[in-house]
């Protein structure tokens, strides 16, 4: 699971007044919004909310804008691949962008941003973000190119978010996990229980909307020392300075020793395996992406052993490419049949691939199977339901 961030930037804004705005649409139980658990911060340009895990924060602007005379605009990076905006203004989406192209599927329309709207919305000129506003190309991203030379993340990067608010007056770092609530001297006094007027009776009660998780992150060939650890020791006295190398560390060395090992023995999976384990480790130091390697290494280990079930798993996000899709479909199928304990995890997964290649019938009949087993409650699945209209009840 990738990272989640939704934000909420009120240009113009006053801060009682979106505080109030913000704690109404947290009474209704449908957005699952938590404003205890909210980062507050107050810019120069207006206030600012850093959103709970777990709100279903892309229905929150309509009704805020429907109150506020000032726009709103909802930031946020998905699963850590990339990043996007929705610019709000009275209940209706006046700009909207998103870095990645293609990628709930081909043929989606790319959306690029406006630069003139944010800069009269946000009071800059627009050249100062047009850069950002262009989605991302395949044959930019991963080499370190930035829209702007002082930006902190480079483009492919969801942390390019972070350079977008600091360029339109709204500094990320400058949230603070304690600050959950506006200043005290902008927060209206509430009035005791005891002295509001009752409410008039209703004929129902709001269902309580159960808290989403984040997808739990199984464990897998790439990313579990103790497996790579396990499988090296079962080597013996021959792998013991591979169990060393690991121990300590050093996976650059583990990977020159493992390739020569497979050079003399290529039919052994267990080098197959622990090199595409090196290979991820090294993926941040290395000037070229290690991920084909690790792709390459954990389908000849699957050759020799099929139902191994951390090379399933470890293949499945090692490349996100619609070509692969198919494949990462067939895997998260075996797994299925493998590992039933965490099925609906896979399912959820399976669900993602099929949309992506454009079977969303069967997307929708994985997801009714997650379900219809009521134990699984992630991000993901929520997201994916809301895409299809699906209940969630």
Not at 2 to 13: A, D, S, V
Not at 106 to 114: L, T
Not at 261 to 276: E, F, G, H, M, Q
Request: glycine letters at 6%.
């Amino acid at each position: 699971m990738g990272l989640f961030i939704h934000t909420l930037l009120f240009p113009g804004g006053h801060g009682t007044e979106c505080f109030q705005a913000l704690q109404e649409c947290a009474a209704e139980s449908e957005f699952a919004l938590k404003m205890e658990e909210c980062s507050w911060h107050t810019y120069e340009k207006g206030p600012a909310v850093l959103l709970n895990d777990g709100c279903f924060a892309y229905e929150i602007p309509a009704d805020l804008t429907a109150v506020l005379k000032t726009p709103v605009m909802l930031l946020y990076t998905y699963d850590g691949d990339f990043w996007g905006y929705e610019l709000w203004q009275n209940g209706t989406i006046i700009d909207e962008f998103r870095s990645a192209i293609d990628y709930f599927g081909e043929g989606e329309k790319a959306k690029p941003g406006n630069a003139e709207i944010i800069g009269l919305c946000f009071g800059i000129p627009p050249e100062r973000v047009e850069r950002y506003l262009i989605p991302w190309k395949d044959t930019e991203i991963g080499i370190d190119i930035y829209a702007y030379d002082s930006d902190a993340a480079y483009i492919g990067d969801c942390w390019q978010a972070a350079d977008f608010m600091d360029a339109i007056g709204f500094d990320f770092n400058e949230f603070d996990s304690t600050e959950k609530l506006p200043n005290k001297t902008s927060v209206p006094e509430l009035k005791p229980v005891s002295e509001l007027d009752s409410e008039p009776e209703t004929l129902w009660s709001p269902r309580p909307v159960r808290e989403c998780i984040d997808t739990p992150v199984l464990p897998n060939a790439l990313t579990d020392q103790s497996y790579a650890l396990r499988r090296a020791e079962t080597l013996g006295e021959e792998g013991s300075e591979i169990v060393h190398f690991l121990w300590n560390g050093k996976y650059k060395e583990a990977a020159e020793w493992l390739s020569a090992a497979i050079v003399s023995a290529p039919d052994k999976a267990v080098y197959y395996l622990l090199r595409a384990f090196c290979w991820n480790q090294l993926e941040v130091q290395s000037a070229r992406s290690r991920k084909p390697d690790m792709d390459r290494d954990l389908s000849k280990a699957l050759e020799l052993e099929p139902d191994n079930i951390h090379a399933l798993r470890g293949r499945c996000p090692t490349t996100a490419t619609t070509a692969r899709y198919k494949r990462h479909i067939s895997d998260l199928t075996r797994l299925i049949e493998l590992d039933p304990e965490n099925e609906d995890i896979y399912l959820v997964d399976r669900a993602y691939r099929c949309h992506w290649t454009g079977d969303d019938a069967a997307a929708r009949a994985d997801l009714t199977k997650v379900l219809h087993h009521g134990e699984l409650w992630t991000v993901d699945l929520v997201y994916l339901c809301r895409e299809f209209g699906m209940p969630l009840s």
